[in-house]
T-cell receptor
Framework: DAGVTQSPTHLIKTRGQQVTLRCSPK?????VSWYQQALGQGPQFIFQ???????QRGNFPDRFSGHQFPNYSSELNVNALLLGDSALYLC???????????????FGQGTRLTVV | GDSVTQMEGPVTLSEEAFLTINCTYT??????LFWYVQYPGEGLQLLLK?????DKGSNKGFEATYRKETTSFHLEKGSVQVSDSAVYFC????????????FGRGTSLIVHP
């Protein structure tokens, strides 16, 4: 089992650019959540996708958008990058067969985004 | 809303010392409780969990007991190793809520040889 995989591992972008981060969930999981973790902080929830729809959203601006594909993989897009968007972006998968939702989250290694 | 409070870090210990990291929570209903560990430069790994009151989660020598009466889930280890140096996050998942984990701010553990 490959677990949750994220790409790329590191990324450097210029202020104002756009970025796309990718995530493949753990086998058998159908729910993907994205988190932003600033240095020295806990993960902050961005949004969650289930059945290709955004189900929950945290307190992040519309510059942050996402998508889930039929194979449950997901993308996080951030437009008009700001210096403050520099962080570790974590993807977590959960859930499983028959719509079971109350399961623990399994995290990927994260994508370290640096905005210069 | 739901919340998790962890003790401030860093916690600095010598190898083979006893570890306690405090975690208390506020939630409606009957949440599941988790401890995650994050090693430098990596994502979060599930360390242990407990799904109902009085359950004890354990893994790799770490233990935590779900105490509903004190709304706590303190992490303990009898003898820490240098390799345990990491950031530890307490989290809850509320079955009656949004299915989104609520995390504490994390507690950094530094173990010296």
């Amino acid at each position: 089992d490959a677990g949750v995989t994220q790409s790329p591992t590191h990324l450097i972008k210029t202020r104002g650019q756009q970025v796309t981060l990718r995530c493949s969930p753990k086998s058998g999981h159908d729910t993907v959540s994205w988190y932003q973790q600033a240095l020295g902080q806990g993960p902050q929830f961005i949004f969650q996708y289930y059945e290709e729809e955004e189900r929950q959203r945290g307190n992040f601006p519309d510059r942050f958008s996402g998508h889930q594909f039929p194979n449950y993989s997901s993308e996080l897009n951030v437009n008009a990058l700001l210096l403050g968007d520099s962080a570790l972006y974590l993807c977590a998968s959960s859930g499983g067969l028959r719509g079971q939702l109350n399961t623990e989250a399994f995290f990927g290694q994260g994508t370290r985004l640096t905005v210069v | 809303g739901d919340s998790v409070t962890q003790m401030e870090g860093p916690v600095t210990l010598s190898e083979e010392a006893f570890l306690t990291i405090n975690c208390t929570y506020t939630a409606t209903g009957y949440p599941s409780l988790f401890w995650y560990v994050q090693y430098p430069g990596e994502g979060l790994q599930l360390l242990l969990k407990a799904t109902k009151a009085d359950d004890k989660g354990s893994n790799k020598g770490f233990e935590a007991t779900y105490r509903k009466e004190t709304t706590s889930f303190h992490l303990e280890k009898g003898s820490v190793q240098v390799s345990d140096s990491a950031v530890y996050f307490c989290a809850l998942l509320n079955s009656g809520g949004s299915y989104i984990p609520t995390f504490g701010r994390g507690t950094s553990l530094i173990v010296h040889p």
